[in-house]
């Protein structure tokens, strides 16, 4: 699976949207983009996830380039409760659907 | 996405005692299940995947022999730590392959700490 890279932490105000990047420039044709959060002392908890066109649900957006080298995870409205690890993950989905999670990126929301 | 529980949601046990830890999915039949562990301040590093009514698949340097996984029911997978030392103390976390995805839906974790 291609590897990932997100900035250790980020800081976003309540009420802002939250703009999380991932890179991924090794990813390949039939791998998905996912993303995940952790909640400190919770199992990680599924947001979205996209192949290669922009997805949208009750949680977030997620901005796919056309490249697919990168993506952005969007919170329209971050509240406190959005305090959280995000986890950008490559998989390939092809009878792996194995994750491998790197350190992700912290975010806080500050009130 | 699925309803996943996982019991207990903390023990503490002494040393080389055995501990076991149920995963269950409550809302449709999980084929595949994972098991992770989480060391503090760390990622979750996959253990193994376990698939309904055959051995379960375990990730390099994971001893089988210590970490026992029974996924006997599609409902149901526990993870079974033997003899266990402190070193063993971690946040074990399940998750179920969804049955219309490719996408995994995880417990709540259990906190084992070995004393």
């Known amino acids: 699976d291609a590897k990932t890279t997100q900035p250790p932490s980020m800081d976003c105000a309540e009420g802002r949207a939250a703009n999380l990047p991932c890179n991924h420039s090794?990813?390949?044709?039939?791998?998905?983009v996912y993303w995940y959060r952790q909640i400190h002392s919770q199992g990680p908890q599924y947001i979205i996830h996209?192949?290669?066109n922009n997805e949208t649900n009750e949680m977030a957006s997620l901005i796919i380039t056309e490249d697919r080298k990168s993506s952005t995870l969007i919170l329209p409205h971050a509240t406190l409760r959005d305090t959280a690890v995000y986890y950008c993950?490559?998989?390939?989905?092809?009878?792996?659907?194995?994750?491998?999670f790197g350190k992700g990126t912290k975010l806080s929301v500050i009130p | 996405g699925a309803v996943v529980s996982q019991h207990p949601s903390w023990v503490i046990c002494k040393s080389g005692t055995s501990v076991k830890i149920e995963c269950r999915s409550l809302?449709?039949?999980?084929?595949?299940m994972f098991w992770y562990r989480q060391f503090p301040k760390q990622s979750l590093m996959l253990m193994a995947t376990?698939?309904?009514?055959?051995?379960?698949?375990?990730e390099q340097g994971v001893e089988k022999d210590k970490f026992l996984i029974n996924h006997a029911s599609l409902t149901l997978s526990t993870l079974t730590v033997t003899s266990a030392h402190p070193e063993d103390s971690s946040f074990y976390i399940c998750?179920?392959?969804?049955?219309?995805?490719?996408?995994?839906?995880f417990g709540p974790g259990t906190r084992l700490t070995v004393l």
């Open positions: 996209g192949l290669k």
């Open positions: 809302d449709f039949q999980a084929t595949t």
């Open positions: 376990s698939n309904e009514g055959s051995k379960a698949t375990y």
């Open positions: 993950i490559v998989q390939s989905g092809a009878g792996s659907y194995q994750l491998t």
């Open positions: 090794t990813i390949s044709g039939n791998e998905y």
């Open positions: 998750s179920v392959l969804g049955d219309s995805t490719d996408t995994q839906y």
